[in-house]
């Protein structure tokens, strides 16, 4: 069988959330692009991408947040969420968590978009 992935879009506090599950990697890492692409299309102000899901996070995953962030500009906050091995370590570990703000629960990255 395939590496599956989905992803779901909804509206919270505010902000577009992007979640994503199953296993993000070079089959799988074009889908999320398109599905980035079409919430950037709508100029939202925050976009947070929900790794919590993802049991495998590979490089060319990794690329398409980047690209995310080149393509979102100053018009578009975005903030990831990751919290396990899977995800946060290599975010961590390719100073990806210094390029957005990465975030360990989903209520923490709302909390932190809401003005003070």
Same mark, same amino acid.
């Given at each position: =069988?395939?590496?599956? =992935? &989905? &992803?779901?879009?909804?509206?919270?506090?505010? $902000?577009?959330?992007? &979640? +994503?599950?199953?296993?993000?990697? *070079?089959? !799988?890492?074009?889908?999320?692009?398109?599905?980035?692409?079409?919430?950037?299309?709508?100029?939202?102000? /925050?976009?947070?991408? %929900?790794?919590? /899901? +993802?049991?495998?996070? /590979?490089?060319?995953?990794?690329? /398409?947040?980047? @690209? $995310?962030?080149?393509?979102?500009?100053? @018009? !578009?906050?975005?903030?990831? +969420? @990751? %919290?396990?091995?899977? !995800?946060?370590?290599? *975010?961590? =570990? &390719?100073? *990806? %968590?210094?390029?957005?703000?990465?975030?360990? !629960?989903?209520? @923490?990255? *709302?909390?932190?978009?809401?003005?003070?």
């Amino acid at each position: =069988m395939a590496d599956t =992935m &989905t &992803t779901s879009v909804a509206v919270r506090d505010g $902000a577009t959330v992007l &979640t +994503v599950a199953g296993e993000v990697d *070079l089959a !799988t890492a074009p889908a999320l692009e398109t599905a980035i692409e079409g919430i950037l299309a709508s100029k939202p102000t /925050a976009l947070i991408i %929900d790794l919590t /899901a +993802v049991s495998f996070l /590979a490089s060319a995953g990794m690329a /398409a947040l980047v @690209a $995310a962030h080149q393509r979102a500009g100053e @018009a !578009t906050t975005i903030a990831v +969420v @990751a %919290d396990g091995p899977a !995800t946060s370590r290599q *975010l961590k =570990m &390719t100073s *990806l %968590d210094q390029v957005f703000a990465l975030h360990s !629960t989903l209520e @923490a990255a *709302l909390a932190s978009l809401r003005p003070n």
